[in-house]
């Protein structure tokens, strides 16, 4: 519900430049494709939480809410009743919901979208840039050798992230446009360069 509150803030807050329908859904496509995070929070179950507070606000006032809620609730809800926006959030958020999830060449991925889809490759992106002058697939091995022997985690995010890259943008520029090393070659040479590892290392 405090993502749906923060989405809602930067469009109030964003003079016309953001769409809150495209907004909710890109949060849709986060969560929907998430397990974990579906698990933790499903669409439906944020949905459910904003009428809750809808019903506890009319119940008990805004005011029996903790005071920084406060302030990102009356942000968010633009000069409207909070009770009514929070119910008009939730359905909008469940309209988009039961809809198909746009494509990327529908919906582009935005920025905060992609880096909670792709951390770790954005993590790498960091140490790439502190190592320029090496090659690419010794950049990648230093990365997760450097958590051997308990780099197992670290070796699957970087190949699954990789690999689903290469899956939703399956063009040569992959996520080039985003990550300037990322091209559809780079992501393959990632994912070989994990499993060589893994091969050698650990089997």
């Not at 490759?121 to 990365?143: H, N, Q």
Request: aromatic letters at 8%; a negative charge; charged letters at 25%.
């Amino acid at each position: 519900m405090i993502r749906l509150l923060d989405i809602a803030i930067a469009v109030q807050e964003s003079s016309g430049n953001l769409s809150l329908d495209n907004e909710i859904q890109r949060y849709i496509r986060v969560v929907n494709s998430d397990k974990i995070a579906q698990w933790n929070c499903s669409v439906y179950s944020a949905t459910g939480v904003l009428e809750a507070i809808a019903n506890h606000i009319e119940a008990f006032e805004a005011e029996s809410l903790p005071s920084h809620f406060q302030d990102r609730m009356k942000r968010a809800c633009g000069g409207m009743e909070s009770p009514d926006y929070l119910r008009t959030l939730a359905e909008i958020v469940r309209i988009h919901d039961r809809q198909p999830p746009p494509e990327y060449w529908e919906l582009p991925m935005a920025g905060w979208e992609f880096l909670q889809t792709f951390p770790y490759l954005f993590g790498l992106d960091v140490i790439l840039m502190d190592e320029g002058d090496k090659d690419f697939a010794a950049v990648v091995r230093s990365a997760v050798t450097d958590e051997h022997p308990y780099c197992h985690e670290r070796a699957a995010a970087y190949a699954t992230e990789a690999q689903r890259a290469l899956v939703l943008f399956p063009g040569p520029d992959a996520l080039a446009e985003r990550l300037s090393w990322a091209t559809r070659i780079r992501l393959q040479e990632l994912v070989a360069t994990v499993n060589d590892h893994m091969q050698q290392e650990h089997s």
